[in-house]
């Protein structure tokens, strides 16, 4: 019998990256469970955690449940636990519908994850009726919980690791240009980089392998392709 930690969850930011945009994943809850349609909001993947589960087992399962990705990579990079976590009376309904202790005070350890979007095919689960891509900047400010701002937290995390890990690349496709490398890194940033001094500077990591092959069916001069170095 599943027994869940009603003090503790997960809660799961997973990164695309499309259009030459940042998305985010994100589930519309199932409103029939409280026969209510104004709780039909959307929110982060997440949940209880088990008593008898690791924090990184429960946000895999969370997510396989949620949004059925599995083997996805999943980093750790904070802990929330404001008292007001729940403002709004929908959440607060919401809670009151589905959660055996609704008054519980809720402590969620976030998890962010990248994911290349033409490689998983999410779908919605338990009590998910919907999952969706949605542009990063054009985010709603109605989100569940506090979800704007895990949200908002978990781009900083990412911005802080673009120079310091090569996760980044799962993003892009397994073969890719340098100015696909370029894009991507001003598209999380917010910034605009010289193009030769960007080149240098990822080059310099040595975790990029050139391929002898370039571009097809491009107007302009095919560019090199790359891949990342096992």
């Not at 919401?94 to 055996?100: A, E």
Request: charged residues 25%.
């Amino acid at each position: 019998m599943r027994v869940l930690n009603p003090n503790i969850s997960v809660d799961c930011v997973v990164f695309g990256y499309a259009e030459s945009e940042l998305k985010v994943l994100l589930i519309q809850r199932d409103a029939s469970i409280a026969n209510d349609r104004s709780l039909l909001s959307w929110s982060l993947p997440g949940d209880l955690i088990q008593d008898d589960e690791g924090l990184d087992d429960a946000a895999h399962r969370v997510l396989q449940e949620l949004t059925t990705l599995d083997n996805v990579y999943l980093k750790q990079f904070g802990a929330f636990g404001d008292p007001a976590r729940v403002k709004k009376p929908s959440d607060k309904i919401w809670l009151q519908k589905t959660r055996d202790y609704p008054e519980a005070r809720v402590i969620t350890v976030a998890y962010f994850a990248l994911v290349n979007i033409m490689q998983f095919e999410p779908h919605p689960s338990n009590f998910a009726v919907d999952v969706q891509w949605l542009s990063f900047k054009d985010l709603s400010h109605d989100l569940a919980f506090d979800h704007e701002e895990i949200i908002q937290k978990g781009i900083e995390a990412l911005r802080r690791e673009i120079d310091v890990s090569p996760i980044v690349y799962n993003l892009l496709p397994p073969k890719f240009t340098l100015s696909q490398v370029q894009e991507l890194y001003e598209v999380i940033s917010g910034e605009n980089y010289d193009k030769r001094n960007f080149r240098k500077k990822i080059l310099a990591k040595d975790i990029l392998k050139p391929l002898d092959e370039w571009q097809k069916g491009v107007s302009h001069k095919p560019a090199q392709l790359f891949e990342l170095s096992e």
